[in-house]
């Protein structure tokens, strides 16, 4: 451009243009020489000629339509291709990923699988089941959110109703540094309080108390939210009405947001539920069934699926009972979200979005 | 530079409902028309169809020609983006990118198309931010922050930005409802001066601003809640406000409803 | 409201309250029942600070303990033998294997999710892009035991054919080249911790483009900007801050990523030139592979490790959240 005033233009709001189905016959086109090369090369993985189809799509795209179309449209063209590319590039992984545990899960689940323990069933030999982990799981997480949920509501209705000053600043502060723990960290942190220096052994209450730790920022944190979408206004009135502080957090700010507290405590419980590090160290495992969470080692789901896929080194019934625990636990966790999705969509304050 | 705009059997829908129904009129080359109306008859959609920014909300969909001199803006293989180019917009809350300083904000729609030499960008900036009336205020702190500026400079500077790359025509919808009446005055005589250069369509709450700046206006009017918006006349500003041939008109103006 | 987006969307904070108020909550205050409800809640905000006092003592208490018996450099030896006598072990090796392995799963996340959240919002067809948006919040749920699972016994077959390829191509390099093991490298970890915090990543990214003001979009269409330059004009610059913010939260959860890394690498405690051939290893997982067989010695010298993890979890944590925070300073600036 030479001139300082304008810029030259077509006079003609019409440029040349691709056709709408350019992209998909560029894409069916990648995809094909990809195959062909991987093909004739003796490429083995899909990966292989997945990466050589996306980098064709992308390069040709751009090639073909800065000829056609100009620069500017071919750089919009190939902004919008690598998006593509990135999205499917991360939906093949992740798909898989579900793809692969139902399907290989779904091998050995059944009623006798959920209902048997381990305890007479060598880690070569087939049968067996998850019930000695799935009652271990369920009492570690359920005493880890009977400790963390109060606590944690406790503490959100502190720093939102009363919270001023050196000490909520400080609790705040601390539940942003609780909240990056590396689960294996408060797993070491309840070894050495509680097994190394008190000398206590293994159970699962130990489990439930690393897993509380990981608990409690995140219930802490999801009910601060929900109690600062309650109105004042709604305070205000019943404060007005003479209504002691207490009994109005009680009977008006807990129930108008109590929808959204249980979103975040069942997200939260989610979340603990898939832990394995620290049940590995604190729990360890059992194959019979331990009722008593506090006394001696107990079986647990993902500690259960760990073991199993150790001891089967990728073949065998252990490798089966693996998956099949790993589809039990998504499924458990995938249940939970969605429920709590579910409150979240029903009883969402209409402060909200 | 300027063009005509040739308005005929335009519709725009929302999803399925019709927001504006069968509008014909045609827009003169270096003038003012002011688009007046009481809220929701379709007025700002029907400015928006004008450089297609209607279809960018979601759902948004336009049947119908507007002709730009002897183009249609919908017809086949037509780029919505370079319609963009030849009819430039200006929105009802002062938008400068707020990352961006003054001088970035000018020149960011030039930036978009091919390269230019420093000095040549140095010149079309301050002519532009002449032409917004700006540049005085702003010539010293061309690297700071658009979002800096006042309320009524932000929105002086989105002209400048707008004007920067000489569209043909200029939309402003409602320029001045967000701004206090000193920086409205100001903008107003900026469009006395612009209509020299740019047709310039200008949507407007407010009908003694139709009044001062536009040379014809179209007054728009809905049936009722939920039915499409029409356009009722479109005359000589002079015409409208003293003896429309509408009734409705007539009683839009003299404050009897809207 | 959606939980798990709460890093981004920023609630209205609750209105201070009126003097009035104050003297009324402060009389209301020595109502029995006010009392006890504030001491619960008080106390329980003091728990929580007990319990991080806590596990800073302990675990600084325990890694004194080791530290003080080891022989070797804790920063530079490249040995791990804490119940030998005298007691070796450094965390080079450990520190080497975290960044590496960080450094290349944020490399293929960051690019790849942030791709994945503007096809969300704004490449997807409507219809589309909120269900995949749903499914991609529901995969952040998936415990890192499964992608281990999926990781050791899909993905890492999978991958010999591509370790062969770089090992053709790029192999020269050095860093890149192959032996030919089983490909259960630093490299590998990387690709599976990307696939690990996609989701997270893609979630807050999202967001945080979802939160660009119609009216920027709007202006750099105007001017007749394609929809890529819309988003390197007004999205991009909007959201940098926020996608800095999401990686980091990111990368936090890649430094203390435990079961998928031990189900996947192949551990050596040395420093492997090539990312290609196995060995090596990260904190968390030297931490979970080697705790049963440690003595009490051997627990204290993996605390003193964890210690280090934490701190530098801490430190990234931090950061993120800082910028978050100096966002929201920014962001009320121009509506």
Same mark, same amino acid.
């Given at each position: 451009m030479s001139h300082a005033t304008l810029p030259d233009r077509r006079s003609s709001l019409r440029g040349a243009s691709l056709p709408k189905w350019f992209p998909w016959a560029a894409a069916a086109g990648s995809i094909a020489l990809g195959l062909g090369i991987s093909a004739a090369a003796g490429l083995q993985s899909d990966i292989q000629w997945g990466l050589i189809a996306a980098v064709l799509f992308v390069i040709g795209t751009y090639a073909v339509a800065s000829k056609v179309e100009g620069r500017r449209q071919a750089k919009d063209r190939v902004a919008t291709s690598l998006v593509w590319v990135a999205f499917i590039l991360a939906v093949v992984p992740l798909a898989s990923l579900v793809y692969e545990t139902v399907k290989r899960g779904v091998k050995v689940l059944d009623g006798y699988f959920l209902s048997h323990s381990m305890g007479v069933v060598g880690d070569a030999e087939p049968g067996g089941g998850i019930y000695h982990a799935l009652l271990g799981t369920l009492q570690q997480v359920g005493i880890a959110t009977a400790i963390a949920v109060p606590v944690g509501v406790l503490t959100a209705i502190y720093l939102v109703e009363y919270g001023r000053g050196k000490l909520a600043r400080a609790v705040t502060f601390f539940v942003d540094v609780m909240t990056g723990i590396p689960s294996i960290v408060a797993g070491l942190f309840i070894l050495s309080i509680w097994i190394v220096t008190f000398g206590m052994g293994q159970s699962g209450f130990a489990g439930a108390m690393a897993l509380t730790i990981l608990m409690l920022p995140t219930v802490v944190r999801s009910t601060e939210e929900m109690l600062k979408l309650v109105p004042n206004e709604l305070r205000e009135a019943s404060l007005a009405l003479g209504v002691p502080k207490w009994r109005t957090i009680l009977k008006v700010v807990l129930p108008t947001s109590i929808g959204g507290i249980a979103t975040g405590v069942m997200l939260s419980i989610a979340r603990i539920t *898939?832990?394995?590090?620290?049940?590995?160290?604190?729990?360890?495992?059992?194959?019979?069934?331990?009722?008593?969470?506090?006394?001696?080692?107990? *079986?647990?789901?993902?500690?259960?699926?760990?073991?199993?896929?150790?001891?089967?080194? *990728?073949? *065998?019934?252990?490798?089966?009972?693996?998956?099949?625990?790993?589809?039990?636990?998504?499924?458990?966790?995938?249940?939970?979200?969605?429920?709590?999705?579910?409150?979240?969509?029903?009883?969402?304050?209409?402060?909200?979005? | 530079m300027a063009k005509r705009i040739d308005v005929s059997g335009l519709n725009a829908y929302y999803g399925s409902f019709l927001a504006i129904e069968d509008i014909s009129m045609t827009i003169e080359p270096r003038s003012v028309t002011a688009f007046i109306g009481p809220s929701g008859c379709g007025k700002s959609t029907f400015l928006r169809t004008l450089n297609r920014m209607h279809e960018v909300t979601p759902g948004g969909r336009v049947e119908g020609k507007v002709m730009l001199d002897d183009e249609n803006l919908y017809g086949a293989g037509v780029d919505p983006v370079s319609v963009r180019r030849e009819v430039g917009m200006v929105f009802q809350r002062p938008n400068p990118f707020p990352t961006m300083s003054v001088y970035d904000n000018v020149a960011a729609g030039l930036k978009l198309n091919g390269s230019y030499k420093k000095s040549e960008l140095d010149d079309i900036v301050e002519r532009s931010l002449k032409g917004a009336n700006l540049w005085n205020e702003v010539k010293d702190r061309l690297n700071k922050p658009g979002s800096g500026l006042s309320g009524g400079q932000q929105q002086r500077l989105c002209i400048a930005r707008a004007i920067a790359v000489e569209p043909n025509v200029l939309l402003m919808d409602e320029p001045c409802s967000a701004l206090d009446p000193i920086s409205t005055l100001a903008i107003e005589d900026l469009i006395g001066e612009l209509k020299e250069r740019f047709t310039i369509v200008i949507v407007t709450h407010n009908m003694q601003q139709a009044a001062r700046v536009s040379d014809r206006t179209a007054f728009f009017n809905l049936a009722a809640v939920g039915q499409p918006g029409k356009l009722i006349e479109i005359d000589e500003t002079e015409r409208i406000f003293s003896n429309p041939s509408v009734q409705a008109t007539e009683d839009y103006i003299s404050g009897r409803f809207g | 409201? #959606?939980?798990?987006?709460?890093?981004?969307?920023?609630?209205?904070?609750? &209105?201070?309250?009126?003097?009035?108020?104050?003297?009324? @909550? @402060?009389? +209301? $205050?020595?109502?029995?029942? #006010?009392?006890?409800?504030?001491?619960?809640?008080?106390?329980?905000?003091?728990? %929580?600070?007990?319990?991080?006092?806590?596990? &800073?003592?302990? %675990?600084?208490?325990?890694?004194?303990?080791?530290?003080?018996?080891?022989?070797?450099?804790?920063?530079?030896?490249?040995?791990?033998?804490?119940?030998?006598?005298?007691?070796?072990?450094?965390?080079? !090796?450990? @520190?080497?294997?975290?960044?590496?392995?960080?450094?290349?799963?944020? +490399?293929?996340?960051?690019?790849?999710?942030?791709?994945?959240?503007?096809?969300?919002? =704004?490449? +997807?067809?409507?219809? /589309?892009?909120?269900?995949? &948006?749903?499914?991609? #919040?529901?995969?952040?749920?998936?415990?890192?035991? !499964?992608?281990?699972?999926?990781?050791? /016994?899909?993905?890492?077959?999978?991958?010999?054919?591509?370790?062969?390829?770089?090992? #053709?191509? /790029?192999?020269?390099?050095?860093?890149? @080249?192959?032996?030919?093991? +089983?490909?259960?490298?630093?490299?590998?970890?990387?690709? %599976?911790?990307?696939?690990?915090?996609?989701?997270?990543?893609?979630? !807050?990214?999202?967001?945080?483009?979802?939160?660009?003001?119609?009216? =920027?979009?709007? $202006?750099a269409l105007a001017l007749g900007a394609t929809r890529w330059e819309v988003i390197r004009m007004a999205v991009l610059p909007f959201g940098r801050s926020g996608i800095i913010s999401a990686s980091m939260l990111g990368l936090g959860r890649a430094l203390g990523e435990t079961m998928a890394v031990a189900m996947v690498l192949s551990p050596l405690f040395d420093i492997q030139v090539s990312l290609l051939d196995f060995g090596g290893g990260t904190f968390a997982q030297n931490i979970a592979s080697k705790f049963g067989e440690a003595s009490v010695m051997g627990q204290d010298a993996l605390i003193a490790s964890g210690l280090v993890l934490f701190v530098i979890t801490l430190l990234v944590n931090g950061a993120a959240r800082m910028i978050i925070a100096r966002r929201k300073e920014f962001s009320g600036a121009n509506a």
């Open positions: *898939g832990e394995t590090a620290p049940l590995l160290m604190l729990v360890w495992t059992t194959p019979w069934i331990n009722a008593n969470p506090f006394d001696g080692p107990q *079986g647990s789901l993902p500690v259960y699926i760990y073991l199993q896929y150790q001891s089967s080194a *990728g073949v *065998g019934p252990g490798y089966d009972r693996a998956w099949a625990g790993a589809l039990t636990l998504i499924a458990f966790i995938m249940i939970l979200n969605l429920a709590a999705r579910g409150i979240a969509r029903w009883k969402a304050p209409k402060t909200g979005r | - | 409201m #959606d939980i798990t987006t709460q890093t981004s969307a920023s609630p209205p904070p609750p &209105a201070p309250l009126s003097p009035a108020e104050q003297k009324r @909550a @402060a009389r +209301a $205050a020595t109502r029995p029942g #006010d009392r006890i409800f504030l001491g619960l809640s008080r106390g329980s905000g003091i728990f %929580l600070l007990v319990i991080m006092a806590a596990i &800073a003592v302990f %675990l600084t208490w325990r890694a004194v303990l080791a530290l003080s018996e080891n022989e070797g450099n804790f920063f530079t030896t490249f040995e791990w033998n804490p119940t030998g006598n005298p007691p070796v072990f450094g965390i080079a !090796v450990l @520190a080497f294997g975290t960044i590496v392995s960080s450094i290349i799963a944020m +490399a293929i996340a960051v690019p790849v999710a942030v791709g994945i959240a503007l096809f969300l919002t =704004h490449y +997807a067809p409507r219809r /589309l892009s909120g269900p995949i &948006a749903y499914v991609i #919040d529901l995969l952040a749920a998936v415990p890192s035991i !499964v992608y281990g699972l999926w990781g050791a /016994l899909f993905l890492v077959p999978k991958l010999e054919g591509l370790y062969g390829w770089l090992d #053709d191509y /790029l192999g020269w390099t050095g860093i890149l @080249a192959w032996q030919g093991g +089983a490909p259960r490298s630093l490299f590998t970890v990387g690709i %599976l911790l990307a696939i690990m915090i996609l989701p997270i990543i893609t979630n !807050v990214s999202r967001e945080v483009f979802r939160q660009v003001p119609q009216s =920027h979009q709007e $202006a």
